[in-house]
């Protein structure tokens, strides 16, 4: 069977597989940006892994092509989310080889933790450019076409720190603002999208222990972990799972939520 193999793969504790029976996602296609590590490829497995048919998005462009050929029909798609013909070509380019768009998990996005105090507006339009602009940028390319078909999820990657704030120890004011934005954009298009039969949710990881913090020395990572209830940082598996919840059919009634995945931390 294709899919046992990718099953195996995804790091999910023993037994555990990724949530979904190989064949839930049958005859979809899944697009999930931000695709050459972390989260964005743990998700792309478990779409694999349940039958979907996925499309690799990402900047890395090596990256995101290695990836998809350790996967099986996938298609890789260099993209920078910031670019917004590209985006356009991209998504209409997916409708045109794989017959149709149902699921998107936005996950491209990048992260700085610089202070405020140094902070100019050059950094702040970047970060909003990338974090908040691509995400609208991919979710209103996408809706297009699942709107024309009556169907469809979008599940845009949001943080704790876009409730929280930024300021802390690995995030700075212009990412927390910036995901802040992502889960108001999931309400606006929630609400202006229902009618159409497509769902946006939000999903919201706490800090996890993925290659955005490859750079976090191990010392910081404990002193994070400490601080959250049930004592580790959130795995790029945790947050697939999630992913592939707020995009299956088990989650229909779910409109315009914001799904934390953080292990307890919004509970201080
Ligand atoms: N890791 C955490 O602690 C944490 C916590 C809360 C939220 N998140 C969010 O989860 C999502 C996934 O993060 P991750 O931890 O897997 O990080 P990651 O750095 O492993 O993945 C992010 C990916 O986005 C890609 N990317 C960046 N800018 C891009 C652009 N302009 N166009 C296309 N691709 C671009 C990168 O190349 C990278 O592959 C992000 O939205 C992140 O903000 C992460």
Redesign the pocket.
Known sequence: MRTSNVAASTGYPAGAGPVFAPGAFDGRVALV??A?????LESARAFAACGARVVL????EA?VREAAANLPDAIALP????DEPAVRRAIDSVVERAGHIDHVLH?????TARHSRGADAAHWRQVLD??LV?AFLVAQRALRHMEAAGSGTVVL?A???GFRGGGGLIADSAYAAS?AGVLSLVKSLAREFAPTGVRINALV????D????AAVPAELKQRIAANIPVGRM?R?ADMAAAALYLSSAAAAFVQGAALDVDGGLMLR
């Open positions: 940006t931000g050459a590590g972390g989260m964005g998005a990402d900047r890395d990256g993209l920078d989310v910031t996950c491209a996005a990048v992260i990338i974090n691509g990657v943080s704790d720190a995901k990881p706490g800090p996890s993925t290659p955005m913090h959130g790029s």
